[in-house]
Structures are given as C-alpha cells and as structure tokens.
C-alpha cells in the first residue's frame, strides 16, 4: 500500500476548526441581546410554532419534523432506515418499504428533502428524499406524515444531487454522485475515465395521487453530479446540476479530482428530452429496481421489482444539455426566485459564480461554444458570467433567498453565512456559525415564493456548544432573523443524525390538512378485526394467525392457549379506538423484532416464534389510560406434540 | 369470544381528556409571565444548560439526553433498541449487546433510569435502565455515553419496578410486573392463583468497575410488582415495592386487578437477605440468561449466557419481608430523601398513602400483624401510617421531593402536579399538566440530596400542544420552576418515544468526566488498523477482511480488486483522527447493514455479501472536512471462478 502525506489538505480541515474556535470563544463572552432572542424563540406552552421544518436525518436516513422559531423536534418520520419504536421495517405491513434490487436494506444516508410545489410555490401536499447510499427517492405524505413511496434509482451511485422537483412538481430529479459502468459490469477500476457514465434521472409525479414513474434517465459523462436545482419562472423547463471530478479521476479524489481550475453546471433543458421521450425517443434498458407503495386504506406496503428502464443519449436529443463552466469544484447549485440566476459555489475558493439564465441562453442561441466535453457543448465562462460575489469568506457550499433581493451563502471552512444582494453581488452581513456548516435553509427559500423571516444554518460540528456527550456530539442547527437589515443569531438546537438539508413552510399551509385519526370504516388491511366478533385464531399447519382487537384498557383475547413451540404466530392487531392521540402498543416477551405502536383505526402485524414452553406476557408498551398497566395477557406455549386446542378468550 | 362493556372504565379514560382540553383552552388564553419564563429556559447560544437529563425512550428502548432548563436533545444513546445511526446492534462489534436467551432481539421498552450513587448522593458515573418486555438491565457509562452492559433477568416478565440503585449502588433493583410459572413450564393460564411466582432480583455492582451480577432473586406470591425505591438513610438496606393484582387475576385486569381495596407495599430488608446468602442461604436453580459486557478498549462486546441463579424463598429467612396494606392498587413507591416516609400512590385514588419507616420497624419489632399472604406478614394498616395527602386530585401515580420539605405528585387523571408539605400533608400548591401526566423528576429526586429548582412533568398525550404530525404526535416533557411557593411552568418541549421516566443530575458531576476521544494508543480491537503500514486485505476461503483506515478526506485503500460474487466482505475500519469531534462513516451500496459512524481512535466492522459483479462505491456519510465529499472509494466485484488478485491502492 502506498503511504501519502496530505499535509496541505489536512490544513484546509484545521483552519476551520481554529477559526471557528476562536469565533466561539468571542461569541461567548460578547453579550448578545439574550433576553430579546429569548423571546423571538419562546412559543409559550400552549401555542404553536410558525413553521414546519422538515431536516433531512443524513447518515440516521430518516426525516425530522421541527417546529420554527422554538427549534422543538416534533417527530422523527421513518423513511430509508429501520425504527424499532414505530415498527417500521419490522412489521410485516412495512417491511417491503425497504426492499431493494439488493434485498432488504435497514438503513440509508437521506439528504435533501424538498416539498411539493404548484405554480412554483410549496403547495405542501409532500416531502420528497433522496436515500444516497442505495439510490432511492422517497415521498412523504403530509396528510398522515409517513412515508408511502420509495423508488429505487437503477444506473445511480451515491444519490446525492437529488432530491429536487421542478415548479409544478411534474418531476422530481435524482441525479447520481458517483459515476459507474453502466451496465454494470467487472472492469478494472482504473479504467474509469471514458468509460463511466453519470444518470440524470427525471421521475414523474403524477398531479391526482403523486405516484412515482421514473419517466427517464439522461446518461451523461462520467463525472461526479454533485447537487441540482431546477429553474422556475422564465427557466422553468430547465434543471441545473453541478459538477466535480471532471478529472474522472478514480482514487485519491481529495488530490486528483481538484486539478481542473473549472468543473461545470450541467443545464439540461428537460422540456426538450420530455418532448423526445414523448415522440418515442430514448432506449429501452433492461434494469432492475424496487418501486415500493404504502397503501393507507389496507395500511401495507407492496413492493415490485421494475425491469426496464428509459435511457436517454443526450447527444441525441439537439439542445438538451450544455455545460456552464464555473470555478473550483462547485457543490451548491441554486437558482434565485427570479428563476434568472444559477448559483455555483466552488468549495475550495473564496468567490461566489452567478450564471444569468438570460446570457445563457443567448450564447446557446449564438453558439458561443469553448469546445465540447464528451459531445456536449461547453458555453464560454465569460459569456455566461452575471457577476461574481467576492465573499472575503472560504468554503462556499450553498445559497438561499429571502425574496427581498438578498441572497444568503454558508462558507464551510470560515463557518459563516454571508448575505449578499442579488445583482450588485455586494455583501451585506454575514455572521459566524458554530460550526462548520453545510446547508442552510429559508422556508420556500427554493421556491418562486420564500418566506424570509428566519434562515436556519446547519452545522457539521459542534464541539464545545453543548453540555457534552462523550466522543459522540450532536450535529446542530443555528437559527438567525433575517427579518431587518443584519442577521441576528437567536438559538442554537441539536439536531437528529446530520442535519444535511431542510425544507421548511409556513405551518397554516400544511396543518389543516393533518389526519387525526384513521377512519375504521375505511380500513381495508386484509387481516383487520373490525370489532370483537371479528376477533378469532386460526391454524394453518404452523402458522397461527391471532386476529386482536384493543381498546382501553384490555386486548381481545387476553388468554391464548394451544399455540405450540416451532409454531410461527401472526398476531394481527387492530386498534378500535377512533379518538386522536389514542394509540396503543403491543410487545410480547422474547419476540424476535420491534413492538408495534398502532394508531386508532390502524391494524399491524408481529411475528413471534415461540422456541420455549411456557406461559408468556404481552402487554400494551404505549401509556394509555389510569388502567394501562392492567393492559396485559398471557400466550400458554405447550410442546410442539401437544393436543391443547386453540383458545382464545377474555375475562372469563 | 366473549364480547364485555366497559363503559365504567372506558369513562376513566375519557374523564381524562376531557378535564385536561378544558384546562389546555383555559391556560392558552391567560396571559402568562411569558417574557420571564423566555429568558428562565433560553441559553445563549455557547453557553451550557445546568443540568443533564437522562430521559427513557419507553418504547423507543433507547435513552435521551437533554438538557435543562432549554429541553434541548443532545444525545440519543441505544440501549435496546437497534440504531442504524449509530451502527448499533448492526455492526460486529455491537451485535452481542442485543443477545437474550430468546436469541437477538431488536427492540425493547426502557422505563426507568436510575443514575449511581454514593453516600446516597448522585456519583454521576452510570446511569441504569431497565428493558420491560425482555426483562434486562442496561449500564450507560458516563464517561463515554454508551451502553457497556446488559444482563438478562431470568424468571421474570414485564421488568417494570426496576431498576433503582441502593444508596451506595450496592444493588441495582429489577422487579418483576408480571407473575409467571418459575420455572417456566406448560400449565393452563387460569391456574395462575398460587402457581406463579413474582421475582426480585437484586444485582450486585462492582464498586470498581461496575460490573453488574445477580446476586440473588427474592421469590415472593405471583402478585404484580409495579414500582420499587431504595430505603435511605435511617431506612438504608431496605428496599419498598409496589404490588398490584394482588387478586391473582389472570384476565381483563382492567375489572378483575381493581377488586382489592388495598394492595401491598413489600418491604424488603435486603441487608437480612445479603447476610443470609452470604451464609450459604439461597437454592442455585438452572437458568439460561444472556451477560453482554462491551469493553472499551477492544470496542467490542461480548455475549455470555449464564446458566444458574440463587434464588431465595422469603419464608426462610426471618425478618427479610413484610407487606404494608395501600390503598387502590397502588403504582409509584417513592421514599423521602430522609428515608423516613414511603409513599404509596393508589392509581385509583384521590389520597396519598405515607407510610412511616419508624413506625414499620416499631410494628415488626411489636409484632402487630394482621394476618400473612402466602406466610409474609402483614402489618396493620393503621400501625404503619405517617399521614394521608388529602390531594384533592384524581389518579395520583409518582412523587418526587426539592429537598426542602416539599413533595410533587403527579395525577394522570386530572392531569396536574400537586406540591405538598411533608409532615403536615397539606396540599400548598397544583399546576395543570398537558396532558396524562406519568412520571417527573426533580434531579437528584430519587436521593439524600435533591436539586430543587425544576420539576419535569412526563406527559403521555399531547393532542393539540404543538404543530400537528398526523395521525402520531409526539408525547411531552413540561419544566415547571419549583425554586418560589409556586411552581411556574416554563415550556413544553416534546421528546423522544414515551419520556417514561428521567434521573436528572447537575451538569458539572457529568461533563468533567467526558471523553473526548478513543486514544489510538489503548485501541484493542483485535482488527484494528492503527497505521497505514498496517492496511493490507486478507482472504480465508470466502471470507474476505479489509484493514483500512480513514482520515480527512481518504480511505486507505480507496480501490480494492478481486473481491468476487458469494464472498463475505468484513471491512474492518479505523478512524485514525485524534482530535475531538472528527467522526468519519462508511457506507457501501447495496449492503444489508446500516453505515458505520466511527469515532476518533476506534474500529468497526460491518460485513458486505455483494451478490453482482460491477464496481461499486462506497464513501463517508460523515461531513468531515471541505473535502468530504471526494472521500469514497471503489470495490470492484468480479465473477464467483474470477482469478483476479486481491488488492488495494490508494492514489495509484
């Protein structure tokens, strides 16, 4: 193995941390309005906050529910991983949700949710994620906050510049990170460069019930695709996805692939490739990928395997996509309201790059090419150029709007968000993160239509902000007014996981829309127990199916006999309550999987695989009357030659 | 089945909820001293809270760290419960922490954390928890915040009155909620009544080290063992427990458990007991329960499954149990931080029973029993009563103490804390709670020496406290400042799970003691890489092991050939920064497992079966340094009769 010394890089990490530190100490010892922010981030008991923030988990793959200004977590929604509190990918319902071409996967690293627009404005109808790690892109119903769709990405590695929908939320895009033979196939890795290829995929959301469709995959060069925005306004019609690694190069990528002083912003120009696509274009490919559907009314997931996917050459289809050269590997790439300028922030310099969409299009129309990449054409840098913000900070990463004219950018190395104007490209304010931060979010801040009265800024490190935890500490959130003139930063609060990116919107918007229950009557699960003289156990050879009812505060049957060791028991369980926020749970002692933690109106399912003879508990884990504790009953397990018939009963 | 009417006890329920909305309406429209209380909970950002909160999951089996007095969640810690976050119960290294005799288990109920003391003090070295549904006690080590034991608890079922220190942290106490045939044997379930048997088990911990074993377990009659505290003081070597179900009931518990007008407080002289099986004293009986022990140097754990328990018949040994009659199937059993008072809260009651440690002893020593159940006296209820609490509430369930003379009550029926006078037993002050209050705790509540400037309320509905999340919404903490005559409630900050119950403790006892990393140099872990000249891949049939490193922004090696189709693929990888808060992750597409998140200094293992050739990436979900994002790697898998050799580079 060959040793290397990355002295240089390793001081990029460094000088971060000491200049962070060295704000924070200041920070700490310089006296803040406190008592003003206080109140700005105090919701008294009692009252609700004013937006919703939906933070991406990263690396916990789920997705979490906050409310803003008080910072208060709110949920934890399962979405790419594994929950042993809410059952989910333990329960036979869900179990298919994380179902993949590679089987059953319990965990992924989500990214970027953002929420469903109409007209160019969050219309609040969804939350889309994409699963970085075994590609994927998920869609959260804002009605009952659960995830009900999963697609797996086919041709995608590292399913990082997704997952973004365009204005009137026609499609989502997933674009992939890493570049990989496509088909996959055994070659050496060396041989990257050339023969690679990077998919940029379009999935159709369809307008009645937002089901998922992957409508087409654009297969370009073998470069990294780094992060995307679509265009609104005068650019609807458009996608723009950064790039890195134009080197191609295979190893090392933290030496090899800063080489060239510009990488591109990729615009693909979507319109054009639907219209292809629509007349037939595009080839056939033979794929294989998980779609997997939550339905609500049997509350259980189905998962089928898709074989074929649609391949776009984007050499075939004229004007579909040209390559906007900009500085020093970008990652963010944001577009403003206006849908007129592209952001692209290259992390290793200290200057933002604003491309005008209007420019863009005119050297398109006058061909003013600086050569091709692969067959795409390449717009001169000049040509395409609106401005540069020289920021005086370093580390640029990604940038958001408040609709009044001012953009706001984080600097990851100088740990700092920097408002600038949009036009003039002259910085205003900035403000010292702690630290080290990576997204920032305003509600509708991706939109036609930001809401600009706070800017949430998430931070990679923390450090010493916090009471500590051992070597584990939390990643965190910062949020700052962005109402007046400066920014003021108001609170610091711990975050779930890494809190990579956000999505927010003004609460009125989604919470009169928010299920309190599910309506009995409308339970279609195909093992519920409608009410007690539904409630029976059946064998069929070693399977024992149990249907159950619960209510305050007993189980419909409470005593079960003739259940056999080397029996596997289906409890099939239904909660008849139909009054909000009375859920109950069910857990059986010795079961191999999670509880289940069931709604009103909601039927699931445990398998429990008796291996002992005995008399054994289950009881309702979910607090949920003065006589909860007395929720319990008793399995009797007797030898797998018993003749014990099967019972079930209750109070008797 | 036999169809039953609750509306008696379904009106209980709904008694609850109707009390608590209308006090929820009342307190949303009177103006509260909001400013104030916006400066008594905010901390400035930098600044730290003053008290760490060690916050049950319930359900989630994991337990919360947060801080007080800004509600803020620092830190999930698994206990167990899987956490693909954190890699727990995923990776190698951690699997055996989940084993039972029931085999691994991904998911159980934490109910109450109970933190080590000293001298009757809060030590701030561990914090306890028990797991309800497959009886086990957990070990968080406060150095580290993570879980570094667990011990299975055999002949037991619903391990709820658990698990409480003595006051030198000799014991840590797990009683039974569930009585079960012992040992467990095929009977019909309604010859419960005499034939089960209700364990209490008493784990000695290592005073150095504090490794935990079951020193003995206390057999007592097959009644429902709720609650339990620790005697202090003058009452040291005494242990109290609740008891339920006394009736011996087997059935819709909700009716057939209530039928008792006074249930039992068992009071256990556990020094009695020590000395007798120091003696000899005590049956060895076969067991099979499963000792998880992680070591902090090989950052592994281990699984032993141990196969005898002492066991003691409380009959045998003179003067070791006693039963005092309480009211109402009584759940908390809480002792003043005097040792002199025992209070037994009737769950069905309005009173508050407190029994007087000086009186017990007189009765024993005078003999003034009134009758025995199953040979344990029993005292008279009158000879052993301090006082009753005229609360004027309904449903009271736990009690904590400031310090200062003063008791909290909660009431789960009337949703509120009640704040009473030792000693005179008259009520001075109540505050509503939003709503069904269970547990709360003043920090140090539970010791000689309590910290009485906050109560938190534990609350297990929400309704309309915070922004909607569908169908499940979150379950709730309440900070009330109990340091003036009034308590004055300060926030609603939500929580993670069911905030079962919390040991609270002033953060300067903890945050001294926190690790700031692994240090390389005491790492042991059997497959750690601790330089580069160490990385190498090893190939044994069709296991294949990765040494690797990591460190900002590279794997060593970052291209590995000659891994084929069916191979077993262990990447062994070790984080080789030593600087605070670097974490690095690995992930790798299509594995069946969640990602590794690895701390400075340590090694992890997961294990990758690919089952299609292609090269495949993996990379660091971590964001550790500008250059993060070109931290990843490829593994090229060729076919099963391949004959490419293994091998890794780096930069090559």
Redesign the interface.
């Known amino acids: ?4 010394s ?1 002295i240089a ?2 001081a ?2 460094f000088a ?2 000491l200049n962070s530190c060295a704000k ?1 100490e200041k ?2 010892s310089s006296g ?1 309005l ?2 003003n ?3 700005k ?2 919701v ?6 004013d937006f ?1 923030a939906f933070v991406s ?5 789920q997705l979490s ?1 906050y ?1 803003l200004p008080s ?6 929604i399962p979405v790419f ?2 929950d ?3 059952a989910y990918g ?1 329960n036979e319902e869900t179990k298919p949700m994380l179902n ?8 992924d ?1 989500a990214h970027h949710p953002d929420i469903s627009q109409t007209n160019g404005e969050l219309d609040g109808r969804f939350v889309f994620i994409n699963g ?4 994927r892109i998920a869609k959260i119903d804002l ?4 995830t009900t769709e999963i697609i797996e990405i086919p041709n995608s ?2 399913n ?1 510049s997704s997952s973004f929908v365009t204005e009137n939320t026609e499609y989502v895009v997933a674009g992939t ?2 570049s ?2 496509v088909p ?7 041989e ?1 460069k050339g023969n ?1 290829k990077g998919a940029l995929s379009f999935l159709s959301v369809d307008p009645e019930d937002g089901r998922m469709d992957i409508k087409f995959q654009l297969m370009m060069p073998g470069f ?1 695709y ?1 992060l995307s925005h679509p265009g609104r306004g005068k650019s609807h019609g458009w996608f723009f996805f950064t790039t ?2 134009t080197e191609e190069a ?9 080489q060239n002083d510009k990488d591109f912003i990729a615009a693909v120009n979507w319109k054009v490739i639907e219209e292809y696509v629509n007349n037939g274009g595009g080839t056939k490919m033979p794929a294989n990928y998980a779609h997997n559907v939550y339905d609500e009314h049997t509350h259980s997931a189905t998962s089928t395997m898709k074989k074929e996917v649609l391949v776009v050459d984007p050499l075939k289809v004229p004007g579909a996509v040209y390559f906007l050269p900009t500085p020093k590997s970008p ?1 963010g790439c944001d577009v403003d309201p206006s849908g007129e300028y592209i952001i692209g922030n290259g ?2 310099s200290a200057d933002l790059t604003v491309h005008s969409f209007t420019k863009m299009l005119d050297a398109i129309e006058k061909k003013k090419f600086d050569g091709e990449a692969y067959g795409i054409p390449i717009l001169k840098f000049e040509d395409v150029l609106a401005g540069t913000v020289n920021s005086g900070g370093l ?1 640029p990463l990604h940038t958001e709007f408040d609709g009044k004219g001012n953009a706001y950018t984080t600097f ?2 100088s740990s700092e968000v920097v408002k600038w104007k949009l036009e003039t490209w002259e910085v205003v304010d900035r403000q010292p993160c ?1 630290y ?1 931060v ?1 997204h920032l979010m305003i509600p509708g801040g991706n939109s036609r239509k930001p809401f600009g009265k706070y800017v949430m800024a998430m931070n ?4 010493d ?10 990643q965190s959130a ?1 949020l700052y007014d962005i109402s007046g003139e400066k920014m003021e ?6 975050t ?3 809190p ?1 990116y956000a999505a927010g919107i003004p ?1 009125d918007i ?2 009169k829309n ?5 309506k009995l009557s409308e339970n279609k699960h195909p093992h519920a127990t409608l009410n ?2 539904e ?2 156990i059946e064998r069929n050879g070693k399977e024992v199916h149990i249907y159950m009812t619960m ?4 189980f ?4 079960i ?1 003739g259940v056999k060791v080397g029996d596997k028991v289906y409890f099939h369980v239904t909660n008849l309550e139909q ?5 109950h ?1 069910i ?9 289940l ?1 069931i ?4 039927t699931e399912t445990f398998v429990w695989e008796p ?7 289950f ?1 309702c ?7 909860h ?6 399995v ?4 797998a030659d ?1 003749d014990i018939e099967l019972s ?5």
Chains 1, 2 share one sequence.
């Open positions: 193995m060959r040793k290397y990355f890089l390793a990029l990490g971060a941390l924070g920070s700490a803040a406190a008592s922010a206080a109140e981030v105090y008294k008991p009692g009252t609700h906050d919703y988990g990263g690396f916990s793959g529910v409310g910072g208060r977590l709110f949920k934890v991983s594994q042993p509190e809410k333990y993949t071409s590679h089987g059953f996967i319990p965990w690293d970085n790690n075994t590609p009605t009952t906050f659960e590695a590292g990082h990170r890493f990989v033979p996959q196939r055994d070659m050496p890795i060396n990257y690679f990294d780094d890195y690694n295979n190893s090392l990528l933290e030496v090899n692939a800063s990652h992390k290793l580390g990851f190395i702690y080290s990576g990679k490190i923390t450090k902000r916090y009471l500590p935890t051992g070597p584990e500490v939390t910062q930063l108001l609170l610091d609060f711990p779930i996981g890494e990579h609460a989604v919470k928010s299920k309190k229950i599910f007690d003289s409630v029976r209510i305050r505060s007993h419909n049957p409470d005593n006999e009054d909000y926020d009375v859920p749970g857990s059986m002692i010795g079961a191999q999987t999670s509880e933690l709604m009103p109106g909601q291996k002992q003879v005995g008399v054994w508990p009881y884990p979910d607090f949920c009357s003065a006589l504790q007395e929720m319990q009953g008793y009797r397990v007797s030898p018993s079930g009963t209750l109070g008797e």
